[in-house]
């Protein structure tokens, strides 16, 4: 492995069910994020975590749950998935905490119906 | 609120120059970042600022003024290969990433 990775790369899902977007870094960034892209719109932050063991919520975190157990893992997980959930998910890490470069995973393309 | 503007689209010429414009108001100002991001690809770092003035890479240079809450980004000798969306992204007072919708640029040849 070498950067960030993410999974699944795409996902159709009913609304109401549980999901898992998983994403794993092998830089050991100490700082990960997760966003969500939509059309028309900038890079929204859900949540984030700027080292192992600690998460924040970013600008659009309802319905969405993060945990950091490790540096290198940080899953996203949607517990009851609504059609407004439907984006482009992506996940990035820095290596400081501080404003500093961001490196993004390919993204997970996540359809609720 | 916090804001960050910038042009839906632009079109230009191959081997012409592009300069893609970003006005910003945040709370703070912790620099400006560049970011390009081909279709279906993710971001890509391209350039930070974070004193006034020019920054120059290469074709790409950016260039920041605080006092006007404004960034451009310059491409020179474009290329099909710069087709592609250019985001821009401010850090504000919490350190967090404040980010424009993003210039989606067509190169013709």
């Known amino acids: 492995i070498a950067g960030i990775t993410q999974a699944p790369t795409s996902q159709i899902l009913a609304a109401g069910r549980r999901m898992t977007l998983r994403c794993t870094q092998d830089?050991?960034?100490?700082?990960m994020y997760w966003y969500r892209q939509d059309l028309g719109l900038g890079l929204r932050l859900i949540h984030y975590s700027n080292t192992a063991g600690t998460t924040g919520k970013g600008e659009v975190p309802d319905g969405y749950s993060v945990s950091r157990a490790n540096t290198d893992d940080f899953p996203l997980t949607l517990a009851s998935a609504v059609p407004s959930q439907t984006s482009v998910y992506f996940c990035a890490s820095s290596d400081s905490t501080g404003l500093d470069t961001q490196y993004f995973g390919p993204g997970t393309r996540l359809t609720v119906l | 609120g916090q804001n960050i503007d910038q042009p839906t689209e632009m079109t230009a010429t191959e081997g012409a120059i592009v300069q893609i414009n970003c006005t910003y108001q945040?709370?703070?100002?912790?620099?400006l970042f560049w970011y390009q991001q081909h279709a279906g690809e993710a971001p890509t770092f391209l350039s930070y600022?974070?004193l006034d003035g020019l920054e120059e890479k290469g074709r790409f240079s950016s260039f920041l003024s605080r006092s006007k809450g404004y960034s451009y980004l310059l491409l020179k000798e474009l290329q099909m290969k710069d087709s592609a969306s250019y985001l821009c992204?401010?850090?504000?007072?919490?350190?967090?990433?404040?980010w424009g919708a993003g210039t989606k640029l067509i190169i013709k040849p």
């Open positions: 945040t709370s703070g100002f912790n620099g």
């Open positions: 992204a401010v850090g504000d007072s919490n350190y967090q990433l404040i």
């Open positions: 830089m050991r960034h100490n700082a």
């Open positions: 600022n974070v």
